[in-house]
């Protein structure tokens, strides 16, 4: 799905494997399933800073469904008909969880989001974990949310 004109080595493998689970709803999961791995293909980034690709894929996924949900939501606020006084509309409550890895020749890349670890069960079946669950449990994930624009 690279571009020809994006500048990589199209003889190294490239594969990416994604897991996006929803929250409040199926419609974020749905999104990024659909759009991630064609942002990150058409970054220009994609064959010299792997790294730098997936986060700035990370936040154009997110602003593009942010977008959406807020196109979605004024929808919503025009047809909406109040059944007793000081009804209001409610923003839809809509996430997902993501665990991306990013296999370049040998070399993984691994970006995550939400409650999903990654991690390698090897052959002495002991498990690696190579991410952290994010969690609103947790006093300062919910602060870091917030101050991203969560709603």
């Given amino acids: 799905m690279i571009p020809e004109t994006t500048e990589c080595d199209k003889s190294i493998r490239r594969s990416l494997f994604c897991i996006f689970d ?3 709803g199926d419609q ?11 942002v990150l293909a058409a970054n220009v980034k ?8 997936i986060l700035e894929t990370w936040d154009i996924v997110e602003a593009g469904f942010r977008a959406q ?8 606020q025009k047809n ?3 059944k007793k006084e000081g009804d209001q509309p409610k923003y839809p409550c809509d996430g997902s969880t993501g665990s991306c890895a990013f296999l370049v020749g ?3 890349y691994i970006a995550a989001c939400g409650d999903s670890t990654i991690g390698v069960i090897k052959k002495d079946k002991q498990l690696t974990e190579f991410t952290a ?5 947790n006093p300062s994930e919910v602060e870091r949310c ?5 709603r």
């Fill in 22 to 24: 929803g929250h409040g």
């Fill in 28 to 38: 974020c999961s749905i999104y990024c399933h659909a759009n991630f791995h064609k």
């Fill in 46 to 53: 994609v064959g010299s800073d792997p790294k730098a690709a």
């Fill in 69 to 76: 949900s807020d196109k979605r939501f004024e929808r919503i």
């Fill in 80 to 82: 909406f008909k109040p």
């Fill in 106 to 108: 040998n070399k993984f």
């Fill in 133 to 137: 669950d994010h969690s609103t449990v």
């Fill in 146 to 150: 917030i101050a991203g624009g969560a």
